[in-house]
């Protein structure tokens, strides 16, 4: 593998979300612009936590209910807690997972994410989402796709400022999947003053911009898929742990799960 090229100079998503996480895969830069946009807008922490336990809710479904054993995660994020071939292979060892990211440091972190139990496989492409003819044939490699598939794509639809095109990014990957595959997302919305200032911030000082979206717009994500109860909401709110006490409280991170019939 060639060293990658790491720009340290300027924010990246992976590394800020990675700090937000409690992480120490970042760096100043990232740092900096993350605990700005922090006293911003706070509830980012629990926001980004509460978006890692909707994609163990998701994953936990997927494997028990729906029988699902191939993961393909765009998007992927550095490691942290959690990521889905732990929460995959916890549940069914044999689970395939294929990792998909194209920032360079999530790159050089792959490693880590490799780590499969024997029983089950996890690859990593480094490739952009905006190339689906490259991304699949990585992931035909990888996984049967004749059989369903779970295609995840976790706070990363943002990064995509225009809804057509990021509409059609999606509809090129479902397209690909075999009837009984199922799709989750989730992305930080435009549902408060503060997220919207601190996505201003964010635009201002990083490598990658993130554009926030309505609800109904991520739910435009899901069409011509049988979106799964309760539906797109705030992700907290999605299936959340019987042991939660009430209603757990709301994060500006609106995410669903859908099948493809
Ligand atoms: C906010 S992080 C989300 C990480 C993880 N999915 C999660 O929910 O915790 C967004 C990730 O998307 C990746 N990303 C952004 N644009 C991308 C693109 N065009 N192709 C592939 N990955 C991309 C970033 O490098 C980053 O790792």
């Avoid at 994060?251 to 099948?259: F, I, K, N, S, T």
Wanted: proline share 6%.
């Amino acid at each position: 593998m060639n060293e990658p090229v790491i720009d340290t100079a300027t924010a990246h998503s992976a590394r800020v979300w990675n700090h937000w996480l409690g992480g120490k895969d970042n760096y100043p830069a990232d740092r900096e612009v993350g605990d700005h946009i922090r006293e911003i807008f706070p509830g980012i922490v629990t926001a980004a936590r509460a978006d890692r336990a909707f994609l163990v809710r998701v994953v936990t479904h997927l494997v028990r209910e729906a029988g699902v054993r191939q993961f393909l995660d765009i998007g992927t994020g550095l490691p942290t807690a959690n990521n889905t071939h732990e929460v995959a292979q916890a549940l069914a060892p044999e689970s395939r997972v294929v990792y998909v990211d194209n920032d360079p440091l999530v790159l050089s972190h792959a490693r880590a994410l490799l780590t499969s139990v024997p029983e089950g496989t996890t690859h990593y492409v480094d490739a952009d989402m905006h190339e689906p003819e490259k991304v699949l044939a990585a992931a035909r490699e990888h996984l049967d796709f004749t059989r369903p598939i779970g295609l995840t794509i976790m706070g990363t639809l943002g990064h995509i400022a225009d809804d057509a095109t990021a509409r059609s990014l999606v509809r090129a990957y479902v397209d690909a999947l075999p009837s009984g595959s199922h799709f989750a997302a989730n992305d930080s919305t435009n549902t408060s003053a503060e997220v919207v200032e601190a996505a201003e911030h964010w635009n201002a000082n990083s490598a990658a911009p993130m554009h926030l979206r309505s609800p109904e717009r991520i739910e435009e994500f899901f069409d011509g898929m049988e979106l799964l109860e309760p539906g797109v909401v705030s992700v907290s709110r999605w299936r959340p742990d019987t042991t939660d006490a009430g209603v757990p409280e709301h994060v500006d991170q609106y995410g669903g799960l859908a099948r493809k019939p």
